[in-house]
């Protein structure tokens, strides 16, 4: 609750007061009451999943966690990039202070601690996965196992602009992840097979933008 009023006071927040928010606040978080299997339960951290509350509260802890938890490491990266609760980074140094780093930043806090998925030379950040080559960092898209790209339905009842949107939304996508006209015309082509078969009409050729 300390970052939301921290937040607030920094907006200089006046109507409704910060007390009074604070107060409806300690209601929601400290307040919430489940039933499961027939027994009632009472949550006593964090905050209700699916509530419209839960994502701004949860950058705000983070963003105020994150800045003390790096400014005490021992060692920090050179890149730390968050989106909600994906974090991508860049080490410079060795693996023993990498492992030093990792122990620190999850015994900071009793309940947040952060996974890692380790590589010489690609890693995966949300949809795009990032390779180091000799001539810099390249970009491709990134597709979970699990995923079976089931777009919408070409006899879908939704309106017909809707459906003519896909194409052009994802091929824009793979084009601003994609860094080479290669991975670009790839990603087009299993693109353009995803749609086919959902009833879609073949689209063009992918050609550079």
Not at 76 to 104: A, C, K, T, Y
Not at 118 to 132: A, G, M, R
Request: charged residues 20%; hydrophobic residues 35%.
């Amino acid at each position: 609750m300390s970052a939301c009023v921290s937040a607030l006071n920094a907006s200089n927040q006046s109507r409704p007061s910060v007390s009074h928010i604070k107060e409806l606040m300690s209601h929601i978080l400290m307040k919430n009451n489940f039933t499961f299997s027939d027994r009632h339960f009472l949550q006593v951290q964090g905050t209700a999943m699916g509530t419209k509350m839960a994502p701004s509260y949860a950058n705000l802890f983070m963003s105020q966690l994150e800045d003390r938890l790096l400014s005490s490491a021992p060692n920090r990266p050179l890149v730390w990039w968050r989106f909600i609760d994906d974090i991508f980074s860049i080490w410079g140094g060795d693996q023993d202070s990498l492992d030093e780093f990792i122990n620190h930043i999850n015994s900071f806090h009793p309940t947040i601690k952060f996974t890692t998925e380790q590589s010489l030379t690609s890693v995966n950040f949300l949809d795009v996965t990032i390779t180091k080559s000799p001539n810099g960092l390249v970009t491709d898209v990134y597709s979970k196992p699990t995923d079976t790209h089931q777009y919408l339905l070409s006899n879908s009842c939704h309106p017909s602009h809707c459906k003519k949107a896909i194409a052009y939304s994802q091929a824009l996508r793979i084009r601003r992840i994609c860094s080479t006209d290669t991975l670009y015309k790839r990603r087009s082509s299993e693109l353009r097979k995803h749609l086919v078969s959902r009833g879609h009409s073949e689209p063009p050729s992918p050609r550079g933008i």
